[in-house]
């Protein structure tokens, strides 16, 4: 009792801070378990988001499924007048605009790479290409297929009257033009953190043997950061092919198998945007959707290929 | 009257399956200072953070055995009434980097929402610079970020935040080892001065400053403790020769 | 100097060339970018004025109109996803930050993953199952769900990646100080690393901003004025979707407008991202 007494006296502040923390404790305690809580709950809300698109896929593609079988993949017809669901044109036009921008992006993105990597990782002009990179990635597609259908396609439609194939402008060419375009940045920038990647031991060691600098790329940087720019590739691979609107506004969006690159088509994911809210039966708008069902299982697994690798490369 | 108001029995920590601190009986008396004494990698922090049950927030890190302040036992009351009543300051300085040198000593009160009026926050900010030896260099830039600071004074600020909250024990990990002669004669002055109000914890490497500082110093040696007694008794008449060959520098 | 061997030679002149060829490739990246910005200014520019802000399109065949129903709808889309996504994102992150070794980490790194590939078109029919069709309309409120989506993943990787870089040390500092945990993480973790969540959160929104295919089946557009979420509701790139494949000119020089509008304001996000991961980091 003395001591309390003298304590008041000596040191009052301290009585009340005491009591103070005293009072906050209690409802600190009780916050902190709700937020402990409420970070697993989002934690867990992401898994059961990937997972209820997953379920959501399948659920409403059963129909489909049921009535039409797996012929449904191979059918090279689709006429929904007639009930004939067949999705063989769009697995093909997919294929083939997907394939067809990669195989154009490459040089390009493969150039960005190599000259931001090796050649002039810093300075204004390398600045300056890192900024168009990150713009072209950020333009949205519905402006890419709006530009492309007002600038691009009559130059393809020119090109095709001069080497005498039919002048549609719109289709699988054109589509894989803009596709092209927008994939660039993602294997280029990927590319580029890859070659930085690359030792300066190794190259120092190939250059003190009195190597140029192109052997130098061939030779040390393009085979230590092959696996990782294979990754690059899938996943430019993976965003081609779920990619929508640009596609959409310059396909040509007829349900044919096409017979040429020039052929107008559709893909998986266009004729999902044109076709689905018109869709007035169920198998029809079923079937539709097992087309976004296929869509997500290859991007999903094509991803997950390619994430892995990179993840292994960026641990070695 | 001496009492005690930390005292531990049988007390065990560990990282995993590697057991640091061994059977650790140990009684703090109110209003001293003990220093904690040993070789590197002996469990000296270790020791040290389970007293305000830092240790726990090490992912593995385990400790069993009991550990009282006053008639409470620490491991039975919530971590945070603990940390409020035991500070710490540590090996390293820590500021925090978005906050100003002002908002870092009062951070105590100010990231607790406990609301204090602006006179008072000045006070306690003035106080608690002064008494760490820090005022006088940053009474101008108070309102600078914390980490602008140099080592040394980065760790009177880390002080200056712990001594703000009026703790009842203040653990100090090492805390002159970042500082010049001048400052650390200034916070061993500081340390002085507490004694009186707080019970001090002191982990340090230098013998001239537990000699200077403390009223009892404990030695441990692998992670037990091997001796701990009256600081002048220790240094002069070890009763154990472990710790005798490290006050004689025989090994380090 | 002209005595070099041949042989040397020829692999010097194999090494420039392959550099010339690098540069000139890797700027050709430059002339669609010139070309698309060129394009959506010079037609953009002369449509936009007072009236094509604040009125909503005309019918075909009457001259004038504007964008408004568009311009609104899209701010409100957008707005709500990130009031959506946003809060849930941060939360995903510092969980996975503060759990690194946990088995739901592993999952719900797996599951962010997966959801950064998912074609935006298939979050747009998942969306029409969950929300539209139990409501029996198309809404703004399913467009924004569809886009908070897309933005999770974003705001997730960069708030786990700003606070993996925030030394244990400094959280240390806040439960010494007898904070509890989530003061600790809210009061001091989330505010060392504030510029890097913020930066990924206006990122995020830059990102959909632009999107069309997930709310083609969910916000779906609307001819009129709407502020209602619960009702259908236009956005600028579902009216330059739907005004640009339309024959008529009047249209397609709204389609201009609003691209030109929708371009500003994704670049104006791109660059307050970047000023704000350069000029406004706290000093660790
Ligand atoms: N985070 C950790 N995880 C695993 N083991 C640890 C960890 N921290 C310390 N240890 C181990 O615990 C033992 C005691 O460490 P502690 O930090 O307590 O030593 P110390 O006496 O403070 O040493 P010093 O004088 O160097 O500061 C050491 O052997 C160390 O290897
Ligand atoms: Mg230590």
């Not at chain 1, 007002?150 to 033009?177: C, D, M, N, Q």
């Not at chain 2, 100010?110 to 005022?135: C, Y």
């Not at chain 3, 979707?241 to 000119?249: G, I, L, M, Q, V």
Request: glycine letters at 8%; charged letters at 15%.
């Amino acid at each position: 009792m003395q001591e309390l007494t003298s304590q008041l006296v000596q040191k009052p502040s301290r009585v009340i801070v005491q009591d103070r923390k005293t009072k906050y404790t209690g409802r600190n305690i009780r916050w902190e378990g709700v937020f402990k809580r409420s970070l697993v709950i989002t934690a867990l809300s992401v898994l059961v988001l990937v997972v209820g698109i997953f379920i959501t896929l399948v659920v409403q593609s059963i129909p489909s499924i049921k009535a039409l079988g797996i012929g449904y993949l191979t059918g090279k017809t689709w006429d929904p007048v007639s009930d004939i669901y067949g999705a063989w044109p769009f697995l093909l036009g997919t294929l083939l605009t997907s394939f067809l921008a990669l195989i154009i992006s490459i040089p390009f993105s493969f150039a960005i790479a190599v000259y931001l990597g090796e050649y002039r990782p810093t300075g204004w002009l390398s600045g300056f290409l890192k900024n168009v990179v990150e713009l072209i990635a950020a333009v949205p597609s519905v402006i890419y297929g709006f530009w492309a259908l007002v600038t691009l396609v009559p130059l393809v439609r020119k090109l095709e009257s001069a080497i005498g194939v039919a002048p549609y402008g719109v289709g699988i060419f054109s589509a894989s033009i803009v596709l092209a375009i927008m994939i660039i940045p993602y294997a280029a920038s990927l590319g580029r953190e890859l070659i930085q990647m690359v030792p300066s031991s190794l190259k120092e060691g190939a250059y003190s043997l009195g190597g140029t600098q192109y052997e130098v790329i061939r030779d040390v940087v393009m085979p230590y950061t092959k696996s990782g720019m294979f990754a690059g590739v899938l996943l430019s691979l993976g965003r081609a092919l779920g990619e929508t609107m640009a596609v959409t506004m310059v396909i040509g969006n007829t349900s044919l198998i096409p017979d040429s690159i020039f052929s107008p088509g559709n893909t998986m994911a266009s004729v999902i945007a044109n076709e689905f809210t018109e869709a007035d039966r169920a198998v029809y708008l079923s079937a539709l959707i097992e087309l976004g069902l296929v869509l997500f299982l290859v991007t999903v697994v094509i991803n997950m290929i390619g994430k892995s690798i990179i993840k292994r490369f960026t641990h070695e | 009257m001496e009492s005690t108001i930390i005292s531990s029995s049988n007390f065990n920590a560990y990282f995993g399956t590697n057991h640091v601190v061994k059977n650790v009986n140990i009684e703090i008396p109110k209003n001293s200072v003990i220093a904690v004494m040993g070789p590197s990698g002996c469990g000296k922090t270790t020791f040290l953070r389970c007293i305000n049950r830092m240790h726990e927030l090490t992912p593995g890190a385990t400790s069993d055995g009991k550990m009282m302040l006053h008639d409470d036992d620490v491991y039975e009351m919530h971590p945070i009434f603990v940390r409020l009543k035991i500070g710490m300051v540590f090996q390293r300085p820590n500021p925090f980097p978005n906050l100003s040198i002002y908002d870092n000593v009062i951070a105590g009160y100010k990231l607790n929402g406990l609301r204090l009026s602006k006179s008072e926050k000045d006070r306690i900010v003035e106080q608690s610079l002064t008494r760490s030896a820090l005022w006088n260099e940053v009474k101008d830039s108070l309102h600078k970020k914390g980490t602008f600071l140099s080592g040394g004074q980065q760790q009177r600020l880390c002080i200056a935040r712990a001594i703000a909250m009026e703790p009842e024990v203040l653990l100090l990990d090492e805390p002159t080892s970042a500082l010049d002669p001048i400052s650390t004669a200034s916070i061993e002055e500081l340390l002085y001065e507490l004694k009186s109000t707080y019970t001090l914890v002191i982990v340090t490497h230098n013998m001239q400053q537990a000699a200077r500082v403390s009223n009892k110093t404990a030695f441990f040696y692998l992670g037990e403790l091997v001796e701990y007694n009256v600081t002048k008794e220790l240094f002069t008449n070890p009763k154990d020769s472990r710790t005798q060959n490290y006050i004689t520098g025989r090994f380090s | 100097m002209n005595k070099l061997n041949p042989r040397i030679k020829y692999r010097l002149g194999m090494s420039k060339l392959f550099h010339a060829l690098v540069i000139v490739f890797a700027f050709m990246i430059a002339i669609p970018l010139i070309a698309i910005l060129f394009f959506v200014i010079k037609e953009g520019i002369t449509k936009i004025n007072w009236n094509f802000l604040t009125n909503i399109p005309k019918p075909v065949g009457e001259v004038g109109g504007g964008i408004a129903n568009a311009l609104l709808g899209s701010l409100i889309i957008v707005l709500v996803a990130a009031i959506i996504a946003i809060p849930i994102g941060i939360f995903a992150g510092i969980y996975l930050s503060e759990n690194k070794n946990s088995r739901l980490s592993y999952w719900s790194r797996l599951a962010v993953d997966i959801l950064q590939g998912v074609p935006s078109i298939v979050i747009g029919i998942v969306i029409y199952f969950w929300i539209v069709k139990p409501s029996g309309t198309f809404s703004a409120i399913s467009g924004s769900m569809a886009l908070a989506v897309m933005m999770l993943p974003i705001i997730i990787r960069s708030t786990e990646e700003t606070l993996k870089l925030i030394p244990f040390t400094i959280k240390e500092a806040g439960f010494a100080l007898g904070l509890p945990y989530h003061k600790v993480i809210l009061k001091v973790i989330v505010p060392c690393g504030f510029s890097g969540i913020l930066s990924g959160a206006i990122l995020s929104v830059a990102r959909i901003a632009g999107e069309t295919a997930p709310l083609l089946f969910t916000a779906f557009g609307n001819p009129y004025l709407n502020a209602n979420v619960a009702k259908p509701m236009q956005s600028l790139p579902l009216l330059i979707f739907n005004y640009a494949t339309s024959p008529y000119e009047e249209w397609h020089n709204l389609a201009w407008g609003a691209s030109m509008i929708l371009l500003i304001w994704i670049l104006l996000l791109n660059i307050i991202t970047k000023l704000i991961t350069q000029k406004w980091k706290v000093q660790l």
